[in-house]
Every structure is written in structure tokens, then in C-alpha cells.
Nanobody, 126 residues
């Protein structure tokens, strides 16, 4: 069992930056692929970014590529999402997830992940 807790969300303006963190406990964090999804009101979870267990491989949704960066520190059992040049359309609850997707392509699907945090709200005003 892996427990995930996100932090770092808030209210910012267009063009600002935020750094989200997701701290894990209860399991072998370093063996999991970690991902970030976001969910806007009334919509489903949308893939944002993922990072392999070693941190060597990352992937991003086209909508955030070049603006967001994910990283992980396996010694601290924490994954991060650095978000720059934020836009109003980035407004959502951001959730981190842990799992072992069968393939790299599977990393974009929410059902590839077994453990989820509660999420942290990010609001970007125009």
C-alpha cells in the first residue's frame, strides 16, 4: 500500500509558476512509475506528466510540454511538478498517482495507476 499526499497548489496569475510536491509513504516508492493528472470541474482526469521509477524517462501532455517539468527524489520519496508560464486553462485539481504501467504508452491512462493522492487545487487567474 502506498499513500500519496500532494501539496503546493494555490491561486496564481497568468504567467506565474508553481511547484507541486507529492510525498509518498507506506511502500517501495522507488519501484513505481509516478504520474500527474489533473481534473477540472465537471470533467474527467487528464494526463499531465509521468516519470519512470529511475527518473530517466519522462513524458508530457502536449498542452504542458515545454512549460511543466516532473522530477523525483527517491531518497525523499517525493515527486515534483514544476509548472511555469501558467495559463487559466491549467486551472484544475492536480493529482499524483503511482503504478506500474505495462508499457511506456500506457502511462497516459489513469487505469494504469493503483494509488492516488487526494489532489491539490491550482487556480490560475487571467
Amino acid at each position: 500500500q502506498l499513500y500519496l499526499v500532494e501539496s503546493g497548489g494555490g491561486l496564481v496569475h497568468t504567467g506565474d509558476s508553481l511547484r507541486l510536491s507529492c510525498a509518498a509513504s507506506g511502500g517501495t516508492f522507488s519501484t513505481y512509475t509516478l504520474a500527474w493528472f489533473r481534473q477540472a470541474p465537471g470533467k474527467g482526469r487528464v494526463f499531465v506528466a509521468a516519470i519512470s521509477w529511475s527518473g530517466e524517462a519522462t513524458m508530457y501532455a502536449d498542452s504542458v510540454k515545454g512549460r511543466f517539468t516532473t522530477s523525483r527524489d527517491n531518497d525523499k520519496n517525493t515527486v515534483y511538478l514544476q509548472m511555469n508560464s501558467l495559463k487559466p486553462e491549467d486551472t484544475a485539481v492536480y493529482l499524483c498517482a503511482a503504478g506500474r504501467p505495462a508499457t511506456a504508452r500506457a502511462r497516459v491512462f489513469s487505469d494504469a495507476y493503483d494509488y492516488w493522492g487526494q489532489g491539490t487545487q491550482v487556480t490560475v487567474s487571467s
